[in-house]
């Protein structure tokens, strides 16, 4: 069996004439749509050589919805004439006795497909007064092709367990992809593209077995952004410039007050091999709330919860939330925006498996050339600046941080000695302006986002 009866009865009308057919001709002929004929040629055309279908285009007339009307019920000059009352109207203002109603007689001929017949001049009167209306149509002239047959079977569409395991997938004939064909619009809601890439780093993330972390709180206290991650008190990111402390409330009072101590012996004294920063650690300094400025702080509320538990077990964690900062804003800076972590905590982990767990990140994000780059971080030794080479833009670009912690983190948070926890950083923003091809970040986040920007984005991209 052909795709369908009306392609079926196209390949008999062909083989029973010499020569072609008109589709249109056609779709008269059997009473249908001309698009459904056009349906079927197309699927015929699918299938290889079985017919050849030539592409014409032929000027035609046809009706107006309103030329359609005056066809049926007459012109509007008839009309008026044929609604006069009976006991007739004074002779002044009835200057005729009868009317031929033309323009109705034209419109009956076009309407039986013999425009032909009228004078130019009187079609483009016609066309003048929108009764008429000249239309290209698109139709095929089709003839029969090298592999004409009839019988044609019908093509499979989907590949099945059964035909592979049957080995019946070798003779059937799968039908093409029509990479051409408009999709079916989706009639929900429309995922903001940061969503969407968030999506596939949350899949990345899942398929390389680490556990998403909780990060359900904005605000945030110093400590747990600042002083448990071996920051200095002093540190200029604490200041109002970099960083938005809340008026109220003001303080966070919820500690665990043993570790609370053991991070202020570490910063003020030292401890675990290291000097510490001999300064005056001071609690007050530590219990400012704030809008968390990198989602590090929920890492560190994670290893420290993962020190609680004994024995100790290796662990893989995630997050990809949003943090705060107070920076200018320009094209590519907002006051808020999301960052993507990753941490892993076992025995023996080096800058080597940093690295390779790194490669494997961006590889599955299509990213396959890195570069590291020394850098600095207080909670991180070493660190590391991870750049890509951007096809696109011909250069290196930064595309995230990383290092390993500090044991003067680590250690007082309980874990055991000879446990290192790597753990990389980058923005969601970043990679998401790159695949979408946005310039300005106020163009993706904020009053200014256009919702269509939204509606348009593609739902899944094929990126070679
Ligand atoms: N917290 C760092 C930032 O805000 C990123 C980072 C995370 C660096 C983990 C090292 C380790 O940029």
Redesign the pocket.
Known sequence: MADGPVAQLLLQRLEGGDGGLDSLELASTLGLEHQAVVGAVKSLQALGEVIEAELRSTQRWELTPEGQETAQFGSHEARVFHSLPPEGLMQSELMVDSVEDLVQAKLQLVQDGEAEHLSEKERNELKKRKLLSEVTLKTYWVSKGSAFSTNISKQETELSPEMISSGSWRDVKFKAYNFSSKGVLPEGGHLHPLMKVRTQFRQIFLEMGFTEMLTDNFIESSFWNFDALFQPQQHPARDQHDTFFLKDPAEALDFPMDYVERVKRTHSQGGYGSQGYKYDWKLEEAQKNLLR????AA?ARALYRLAQQKPFSPAKYFSIDR?FRNETLDATHLAEFH?I?G?VADYGLTLGHLMGILKEFFTKLGITHLRFKPAY?P??EP?MEVFSYHQGLKKWVEVG???V?RPEMLLPMGLPEGVSVI???LSLERPTMIKYGINNIRELVGHRVNLQMVYDSPLCRLDT
Not at 293 to 296: I, N, V
């Open positions: 400025t990198h989602t590090t890492s943090v960052q972590e941490v971080n909670y991180t660190s941080n990383s290092g912690f753990a990389w950083g």
